[in-house]
């Protein structure tokens, strides 16, 4: 399978603590893009990278989170001090540059519980 | 600020009934428009992209349109199996896509 993977596709934390996910992309794309989905609702933009460079970060991306992409491959969030309005499924989309296309591909998504 | 708006929320249908999902959108300088369909649990899954007003793309029993404001996908003889969330997104100046609430389609045997 070629697609974005994550990992974990579940997490259970309690509040205050600090968690971290992880995002594979499809190998031949240098766009790397973070989404946060509450149920109900469609996906928000939190962040994006082109190759390591993160580019662009919402205002939904308090200073409690932050995205690495160190060497224009896989990405991490990682989300500290937890609290239950972080709740969501956390997305991770890639796309490339090389065709003027914004298409991104979405992965299977981690599931963030805070209880 | 972009805006993308889906109607209806929610959809009902017998299974070979045709219908139309609409998405209105306001993006700043438009470079595309995006189609995904989402089952629960699941990631979205890219669909169709549109590019321009009178654009249209076809799978299998859906199709996409594009107007200046709006974009409908449109459902011909649904199955039991087309029943999932639909979103529509927009990417505009900024890369990152503006989502919709989706439609979340029902079809009925």
């Known amino acids: 399978d070629t697609g974005v993977s994550q990992n974990p596709r579940h997490k259970i934390t309690k509040r205050g603590q600090n968690v971290t996910f992880r995002c594979d992309p499809i190998s031949e794309h240098n766009r790397l893009y973070w989404y946060r989905q509450t149920l109900g609702q469609g996906p928000e933009f939190l962040t994006y990278?082109?190759?390591?460079?993160?580019?662009?970060k919402s205002r939904l991306l308090s200073d409690r989170f932050s995205a690495e992409r160190p060497k224009g491959s896989f990405s991490t969030l990682e989300i500290q001090r937890t609290e239950q309005g972080d709740s969501a499924m956390y997305l991770c989309?890639?796309?490339?540059?090389?065709?003027?296309?914004?298409?991104?591909?979405f992965g299977p998504g981690t599931r963030l519980t805070v209880l | 600020e972009d805006q993308v708006t889906q109607s209806p929320e929610a959809l009902r249908l017998q299974e070979g009934e045709s219908s139309s999902l609409n998405c209105s959108y306001t993006v700043s300088g438009l470079r595309g428009l995006f189609w995904y369909r989402q089952d629960p649990g699941k990631g979205p899954e890219f669909l169709f992209t549109?590019?321009?007003a009178g654009e249209e793309k076809e799978k299998e029993r859906l199709k996409a349109t594009l107007t200046k404001k709006e974009s409908f996908l449109h459902i011909t003889a649904p199955k039991p199996e087309d029943s999932a969330t639909y979103l529509c997104?927009?990417?505009?100046?900024?890369?990152?896509?503006?989502f919709g609430s989706g439609t979340q389609l029902t079809v009925l045997p």
């Open positions: 549109l590019y321009s």
């Open positions: 990278f082109q190759n390591e460079a993160q580019l662009e």
């Open positions: 997104a927009g990417s505009g100046s900024a890369r990152q896509l503006t």
């Open positions: 989309a890639s796309g490339t540059s090389l065709w003027g296309t914004d298409t991104q591909y």
